[in-house]
């Protein structure tokens, strides 16, 4: 997540919580882009319902962040909101598929 790694302090944060976003989000990419090359509707379903839970480990990461004061309250807002947009589209690409 670009704006993640553009932050003054992240290559101060914690490095264990900073590989725990880049793999939430790296597996969000991964299984939506994944989802998009099978052809089961079954199969796009399930790789798009493990992105979302990956959307959803990475907002609890960056929560993590401020809560062990890794990452100064308010900064991880703009990280939220566009995880809560993911999560948005996650929803209306899943809803579009019937298993």
């Not at 052809?39 to 379903?45: H, K, M, N, P, Y």
């Not at 493990?50 to 929560?63: G, I, K, N, P, Q």
């Amino acid at each position: 997540m670009r704006w993640f790694n553009g932050l003054p302090a992240g290559a101060e944060l914690a490095s264990r919580l900073c590989r725990q976003i880049d793999k939430a989000a790296t597996s969000l990419i991964l299984n939506l882009a994944e989802g998009y090359g099978r052809t089961g509707e079954g199969d796009r379903l399930r790789f798009l319902a493990t992105a979302e839970s990956a959307d959803v480990r990475a907002s609890a990461y960056l929560d993590l962040c401020v809560s062990k004061a890794e990452l100064e309250a308010g900064k991880q807002e703009p990280g939220i909101d566009l995880l809560s947009r993911i999560t948005l589209m996650l929803k209306a690409l899943s809803g579009g598929f019937s298993e």
